[in-house]
């Protein structure tokens, strides 16, 4: 994994814990989601410049290396 990729990885796991608190209480969920912009915009930037822009298997694979527990094999 070179440092592109890694850098696409870690930012779509930022994304992704940021999501889940964000839409961790419904109720609340309104007031959080703007908050979502930064972490989208960084990833966006990061897949771009890791050329990972419409290659989800290539990203999840990157993801699964990086942090396996994502992937829901430790269930």
């Known amino acids: 994994m070179d440092n592109d990729e890694l850098a696409a990885a870690q930012a779509y796991v930022r994304l992704l814990e940021a999501t ?3 839409l961790a209480d419904p109720d609340d969920a309104p007031v959080y ?5 930064s972490p989208m915009r960084e990833a966006d930037h990061a897949l771009r410049s890791a050329g990972l822009t419409g290659n989800e298997d ?3 694979a990157l993801v699964r290396a990086l942090q396996p527990s994502l992937s829901g094999s430790d269930r």
């Open 58 to 60: 290539r990203l999840f």
């Open 33 to 37: 989601l703007p908050l979502l912009t």
């Open 20 to 22: 889940r608190a964000a």
